[in-house]
């Protein structure tokens, strides 16, 4: 009888977590899917139904962001910035967090809390004193203001992400590369960068969605129109061209393509990366 009431609860339990399962899958797909209508969708489609599905899909919308709205030369800005940015970032997080993470020097627990500490300021509380800063250094309206606004801003969680993976490795190995000669700069890039390359590809993930849907800061620095990011193009856009629903949609996802592309090529990495240094050998 328990055996049966131990059965019956399995069941139950079993049910009521894939009720839950199927029923966050359509909270999370639902805008997905209410965006891809409405940017199929003309304007006077989109006035008589706003929810349902297009009578006469259109990819007009598509076409006009596209073409008229200099959404590829967005993208162009948009692809050399956070390719740029990235390069700086994976060198500055792999090097720091080999540092913090596999080297002993004086002051490391001290550095180490102060780049964590930076993590706390949101962007709009520091936004006032980076639009200082940049224009003192003659960098606004540049691409190389921002990219090293960008690194300087989300270094310090990729550093902190490599530091706890670094820490996990074996300290043997890097005193086994030591002890046959090899230099700091030996043990990072032939020993530490191979062995860590799904935290890596997480890290790339991360990092480059976080620069690609970054706003304040672009919207601080780069003010002339043909230097604008994807992001910013988009959230000025509405109010420069006074764009229906439906075309301000296809712009939007329009914006997601590279990202959702990255995101399914490098899901292996993702995952990898996510269990990654969760044994410490």
């Given at each position: 009888?328990?055996?049966?009431?131990?059965?019956?609860?399995?069941?139950?339990?079993?049910?009521?977590?894939?009720?839950?399962?199927?029923?966050?899958?359509?909270?999370?797909?639902?805008?997905?899917?209410?965006?891809?209508?409405?940017?199929?969708?003309?304007?006077?489609?989109?006035?008589?139904?706003?929810?349902?599905?297009?009578?006469?899909?259109?990819?007009?919308?598509?076409?006009?962001?596209?073409?008229?709205?200099?959404?590829?030369?967005?993208?162009?800005?948009?692809?050399?910035?956070?390719?740029?940015?990235?390069?700086?970032?994976?060198?500055?997080?792999?090097?720091?967090?080999?540092?913090?993470?596999?080297?002993?020097?004086?002051?490391?627990?001290?550095?180490?809390?102060?780049?964590?500490?930076?993590?706390?300021?949101?962007?709009?509380?520091?936004?006032?004193?980076?639009?200082?800063?940049?224009?003192?250094?003659?960098?606004?309206?540049?691409?190389?203001?921002?990219?090293?606004?960008?690194?300087?801003?989300?270094?310090?969680?990729?550093?902190?992400?490599?530091?706890?993976?670094?820490?996990?490795?074996?300290?043997?190995?890097?005193?086994?590369?030591?002890?046959?000669?090899?230099?700091?700069?030996?043990?990072?890039?032939?020993?530490?960068?191979?062995?860590?390359k799904p935290m890596i590809g997480t890290l790339g993930i991360i990092g480059a969605l976080a620069m690609w849907h970054e706003?304040?800061?672009?919207?601080?620095?780069?003010?002339?129109?043909?230097?604008?990011?994807?992001?910013?193009?988009?959230?000025?856009?509405?109010?420069?061209?006074?764009?229906?629903?439906?075309?301000?949609?296809?712009?939007?996802?329009?914006?997601?393509?590279?990202?959702?592309?990255?995101y399914i090529i490098f899901q292996n990495y993702i995952t990898m990366g996510s269990t990654a240094g969760s044994i410490k050998?």
């Amino acid at each position: 009888m328990s055996l049966q009431k131990g059965r019956l609860w399995d069941l139950i339990l079993r049910g009521m977590t894939h009720f839950m399962l199927i029923l966050f899958s359509l909270v999370i797909a639902y805008p997905i899917y209410f965006s891809i209508i409405t940017s199929l969708k003309s304007s006077a489609d989109y006035a008589m139904d706003k929810v349902g599905v297009p009578t006469s899909p259109t990819i007009q919308n598509y076409i006009q962001v596209l073409l008229n709205m200099n959404m590829l030369r967005f993208m162009f800005n948009t692809v050399l910035l956070v390719g740029v940015s990235m390069v700086l970032y994976f060198l500055i997080c792999t090097a720091a967090g080999f540092a913090f993470g596999k080297l002993r020097f004086k002051g490391r627990l001290w550095i180490f809390t102060f780049v964590l500490f930076i993590q706390i300021f949101p962007q709009m509380v520091i936004a006032g004193q980076i639009y200082q800063m940049i224009s003192k250094m003659q960098l606004l309206n540049t691409y190389v203001g921002l990219i090293l606004v960008w690194v300087a801003y989300f270094a310090p969680f990729g550093t902190y992400i490599m530091t706890t993976y670094y820490g996990s490795i074996p300290r043997s190995l890097v005193e086994s590369a030591r002890i046959d000669g090899a230099g700091v700069i030996q043990q990072l890039i032939w020993i530490m960068i191979p062995i860590a390359k799904p935290m890596i590809g997480t890290l790339g993930i991360i990092g480059a969605l976080a620069m690609w849907h970054e706003l304040p800061f672009s919207m601080l620095i780069l003010q002339r129109q043909q230097m604008r990011t994807l992001t910013l193009g988009i959230a000025l856009m509405k109010g420069e061209f006074g764009l229906p629903t439906p075309v301000l949609t296809a712009a939007i996802m329009a914006t997601s393509a590279i990202p959702l592309v990255m995101y399914i090529i490098f899901q292996n990495y993702i995952t990898m990366g996510s269990t990654a240094g969760s044994i410490k050998g």
